[in-house]
Protein backbone atom coordinates (compact mmCIF):
# COMPACT_ATOMS: atom_id res chain seq x y z
CA UNK A 1 0.00 0.00 0.00
CA UNK A 2 2.00 3.12 -1.20
CA UNK A 3 1.45 6.47 1.50
CA UNK A 4 0.47 9.72 0.69
CA UNK A 5 3.38 11.41 -1.69
CA UNK A 6 3.95 14.68 -2.18
CA UNK A 7 5.86 16.97 -5.26
CA UNK A 8 8.40 18.62 -5.40
CA UNK A 9 10.03 17.57 -2.14
CA UNK A 10 11.83 21.51 -2.47
CA UNK A 11 11.13 24.55 -4.30
CA UNK A 12 12.39 27.65 -4.50
CA UNK A 13 10.31 31.12 -5.70
CA UNK A 14 10.68 34.66 -5.56
CA UNK A 15 8.07 37.32 -4.07
CA UNK A 16 4.81 37.89 -6.49
CA UNK A 17 5.33 34.26 -8.18
CA UNK A 18 2.45 31.69 -8.16
CA UNK A 19 3.29 27.89 -7.16
CA UNK A 20 1.19 23.84 -7.49
CA UNK A 21 2.09 21.48 -4.87
CA UNK A 22 0.90 18.14 -5.90
CA UNK A 23 -0.34 15.64 -3.04
CA UNK A 24 -1.33 11.86 -3.87
CA UNK A 25 -3.54 10.81 -1.88
CA UNK A 26 -3.35 6.49 0.35
CA UNK A 27 -5.01 4.48 -2.04
CA UNK A 28 -8.69 4.20 -0.58
CA UNK A 29 -8.87 7.63 0.53
CA UNK A 30 -11.13 10.11 -0.93
CA UNK A 31 -10.45 12.78 1.72
CA UNK A 32 -7.49 15.37 1.21
CA UNK A 33 -6.14 18.31 3.70
CA UNK A 34 -3.36 20.72 3.45
CA UNK A 35 -1.68 22.30 6.16
CA UNK A 36 1.27 24.85 6.29
CA UNK A 37 3.96 24.42 8.95
CA UNK A 38 6.19 27.82 9.48
CA UNK A 39 9.41 27.08 10.81
CA UNK A 40 9.39 26.20 14.60
CA UNK A 41 5.39 26.28 14.40
CA UNK A 42 2.95 23.55 14.45
CA UNK A 43 1.12 22.84 11.12
CA UNK A 44 -1.99 24.66 10.38
CA UNK A 45 -4.54 24.07 8.56
CA UNK A 46 -5.33 25.42 5.26
CA UNK A 47 -8.51 23.75 3.92
CA UNK A 48 -9.68 20.11 2.95
CA UNK A 49 -11.05 18.55 0.15
CA UNK A 50 -13.80 15.60 0.16
CA UNK A 51 -15.01 14.26 -3.15
CA UNK A 52 -13.66 17.10 -5.25
CA UNK A 53 -15.19 19.45 -3.00
CA UNK A 54 -14.10 22.21 -0.48
CA UNK A 55 -14.95 21.13 3.08
CA UNK A 56 -13.67 23.41 5.31
CA UNK A 57 -11.10 26.20 5.33
CA UNK A 58 -8.73 27.77 7.66
CA UNK A 59 -7.54 31.37 8.14
CA UNK A 60 -6.05 31.70 4.99
CA UNK A 61 -6.50 34.10 2.09
CA UNK A 62 -8.01 33.67 -1.03
CA UNK A 63 -4.61 33.31 -2.95
CA UNK A 64 -4.21 29.85 -1.45
CA UNK A 65 -6.52 27.70 -3.69
CA UNK A 66 -7.29 24.03 -4.61
CA UNK A 67 -8.18 21.14 -6.01
CA UNK A 68 -8.91 17.69 -5.83
CA UNK A 69 -9.29 15.35 -8.22
CA UNK A 70 -11.44 12.51 -9.35
CA UNK A 71 -8.61 10.01 -8.25
CA UNK A 72 -8.52 12.01 -5.05
CA UNK A 73 -4.53 13.50 -5.57
CA UNK A 74 -5.10 16.89 -4.77
CA UNK A 75 -3.40 20.33 -5.60
CA UNK A 76 -2.63 23.34 -3.48
CA UNK A 77 -2.00 26.88 -5.71
CA UNK A 78 -0.50 30.08 -4.02
CA UNK A 79 -0.97 32.88 -6.05
CA UNK A 80 1.26 36.29 -6.14
CA UNK A 81 3.75 34.73 -3.11
CA UNK A 82 4.92 36.33 -0.26
CA UNK A 83 7.81 35.66 1.82
CA UNK A 84 5.87 34.54 4.91
CA UNK A 85 4.67 31.73 2.52
CA UNK A 86 8.24 30.24 3.05
CA UNK A 87 7.19 26.93 5.32
CA UNK A 88 7.11 23.18 4.99
CA UNK A 89 3.38 22.34 3.02
CA UNK A 90 1.78 18.94 4.15
CA UNK A 91 -0.92 17.06 2.90
CA UNK A 92 -2.47 14.73 4.75
CA UNK A 93 -5.40 11.91 3.66
CA UNK A 94 -7.94 10.16 5.49
CA UNK A 95 -10.71 7.59 4.24
CA UNK A 96 -13.52 9.81 5.10
CA UNK A 97 -14.79 12.53 7.10
CA UNK A 98 -15.91 10.64 10.32
CA UNK A 99 -14.59 11.77 13.47
CA UNK A 100 -12.39 8.74 13.69
CA UNK A 101 -10.47 8.27 11.09
CA UNK A 102 -6.70 9.21 11.13
CA UNK A 103 -5.63 11.57 8.83
CA UNK A 104 -1.63 10.52 7.09
CA UNK A 105 0.51 12.60 6.13
CA UNK A 106 3.01 13.15 4.11
CA UNK A 107 6.75 14.23 3.92
CA UNK A 108 6.30 17.82 2.83
CA UNK A 109 7.19 20.31 0.45
CA UNK A 110 9.54 22.98 1.26
CA UNK A 111 8.84 26.12 -0.23
CA UNK A 112 11.23 29.07 0.28
CA UNK A 113 10.40 32.33 -1.24
CA UNK A 114 12.94 34.84 -1.62
CA UNK B 1 -11.98 28.03 18.84
CA UNK B 2 -9.83 25.08 19.63
CA UNK B 3 -6.51 25.84 21.23
CA UNK B 4 -3.21 23.26 21.78
CA UNK B 5 -0.46 24.50 24.70
CA UNK B 6 2.86 22.42 24.74
CA UNK B 7 4.78 24.24 27.55
CA UNK B 8 7.79 23.02 26.78
CA UNK B 9 9.28 23.85 24.07
CA UNK B 10 12.76 21.66 24.45
CA UNK B 11 13.76 18.89 26.60
CA UNK B 12 16.42 17.04 27.07
CA UNK B 13 16.15 13.38 28.70
CA UNK B 14 19.11 10.74 29.14
CA UNK B 15 18.22 7.05 27.37
CA UNK B 16 17.11 4.79 29.63
CA UNK B 17 15.31 8.01 31.56
CA UNK B 18 11.74 7.95 32.08
CA UNK B 19 9.62 11.02 29.55
CA UNK B 20 6.34 13.17 29.87
CA UNK B 21 5.58 15.61 27.44
CA UNK B 22 2.80 17.65 28.24
CA UNK B 23 -0.39 19.15 26.60
CA UNK B 24 -2.93 21.41 27.31
CA UNK B 25 -6.27 22.20 25.15
CA UNK B 26 -9.21 24.45 25.27
CA UNK B 27 -12.26 22.68 23.23
CA UNK B 28 -15.55 23.20 24.19
CA UNK B 29 -17.23 19.77 23.14
CA UNK B 30 -15.33 16.38 23.73
CA UNK B 31 -12.02 16.29 22.03
CA UNK B 32 -10.22 14.24 20.06
CA UNK B 33 -6.95 13.93 20.52
CA UNK B 34 -3.71 12.84 19.21
CA UNK B 35 -0.08 13.12 19.55
CA UNK B 36 2.35 13.37 16.25
CA UNK B 37 6.08 12.64 16.01
CA UNK B 38 8.05 14.49 13.25
CA UNK B 39 11.58 13.57 12.46
CA UNK B 40 13.90 15.82 10.78
CA UNK B 41 12.88 15.80 6.63
CA UNK B 42 10.06 13.52 7.83
CA UNK B 43 6.01 14.19 7.61
CA UNK B 44 4.24 13.64 10.92
CA UNK B 45 3.51 10.12 12.27
CA UNK B 46 0.10 9.43 14.10
CA UNK B 47 1.97 8.04 17.71
CA UNK B 48 -1.46 7.48 19.61
CA UNK B 49 -4.98 8.92 19.71
CA UNK B 50 -8.06 9.48 22.29
CA UNK B 51 -11.82 9.65 21.09
CA UNK B 52 -13.97 8.07 24.00
CA UNK B 53 -13.46 5.41 26.57
CA UNK B 54 -10.63 4.47 28.66
CA UNK B 55 -8.47 7.59 29.01
CA UNK B 56 -5.40 5.62 29.30
CA UNK B 57 -4.31 4.91 25.66
CA UNK B 58 -1.93 2.82 24.18
CA UNK B 59 0.44 3.73 21.10
CA UNK B 60 3.40 2.55 18.65
CA UNK B 61 6.88 2.60 20.00
CA UNK B 62 6.39 2.31 23.77
CA UNK B 63 4.59 5.24 24.34
CA UNK B 64 0.93 6.26 25.90
CA UNK B 65 -0.99 9.22 26.69
CA UNK B 66 -3.24 9.88 29.27
CA UNK B 67 -6.81 12.08 28.77
CA UNK B 68 -7.86 14.38 31.95
CA UNK B 69 -11.06 15.94 31.87
CA UNK B 70 -10.60 17.90 34.33
CA UNK B 71 -7.10 19.07 33.49
CA UNK B 72 -8.20 19.84 30.14
CA UNK B 73 -4.25 17.84 29.87
CA UNK B 74 -3.05 15.10 27.30
CA UNK B 75 0.31 14.33 28.49
CA UNK B 76 2.39 11.86 26.82
CA UNK B 77 4.87 9.04 28.35
CA UNK B 78 7.07 6.70 27.73
CA UNK B 79 8.48 4.90 30.99
CA UNK B 80 12.60 4.41 29.04
CA UNK B 81 13.04 6.62 26.39
CA UNK B 82 15.53 4.89 23.30
CA UNK B 83 17.45 7.46 21.58
CA UNK B 84 15.99 7.09 18.20
CA UNK B 85 13.49 8.50 20.05
CA UNK B 86 14.91 12.19 19.58
CA UNK B 87 12.29 14.20 17.59
CA UNK B 88 9.52 16.90 17.63
CA UNK B 89 6.57 15.91 19.16
CA UNK B 90 2.96 17.44 18.21
CA UNK B 91 -0.13 17.37 20.18
CA UNK B 92 -3.20 17.97 18.29
CA UNK B 93 -7.18 18.62 18.97
CA UNK B 94 -9.62 16.95 16.12
CA UNK B 95 -12.45 18.97 15.75
CA UNK B 96 -15.22 17.55 12.82
CA UNK B 97 -17.82 20.07 12.28
CA UNK B 98 -18.97 22.18 8.94
CA UNK B 99 -15.41 23.57 9.07
CA UNK B 100 -14.07 20.39 7.79
CA UNK B 101 -12.50 17.70 9.67
CA UNK B 102 -9.12 19.29 10.47
CA UNK B 103 -6.12 18.89 13.29
CA UNK B 104 -5.37 21.90 15.29
CA UNK B 105 -1.76 21.04 16.62
CA UNK B 106 0.27 22.69 19.14
CA UNK B 107 4.09 24.18 18.43
CA UNK B 108 6.16 21.60 19.30
CA UNK B 109 8.02 19.65 21.79
CA UNK B 110 11.61 19.03 20.50
CA UNK B 111 13.23 16.36 22.26
CA UNK B 112 16.51 15.86 22.76
CA UNK B 113 18.22 12.63 24.05
CA UNK B 114 21.46 12.16 25.63
CA UNK B 115 23.53 8.54 25.55
Known amino acids: ETGVTQSPTHLIKTRGQQVTLRCSSQ?????VSWYQQALGQGPQFIFQ???????GRGNFPPRFSGLQFPNYSSELNVNALELDDSALYLC?????????????FGPGTRLTVL | AQSVTQPDIHITVSEGASLELRCNYSYGATPYLFWYVQSPGQGLQLLLK??????LVQGIKGFEAEFKRSQSSFNLRKPSVHWSDAAEYFCAVGTFTGGGNKLTFGTGTQLKVEL
Open chain 2, 50 to 55: YFSGDT
Open chain 1, 92 to 104: ASSPGLAGGYEQF
Open chain 1, 49 to 55: YYREEEN
Open chain 1, 27 to 31: SGHNT
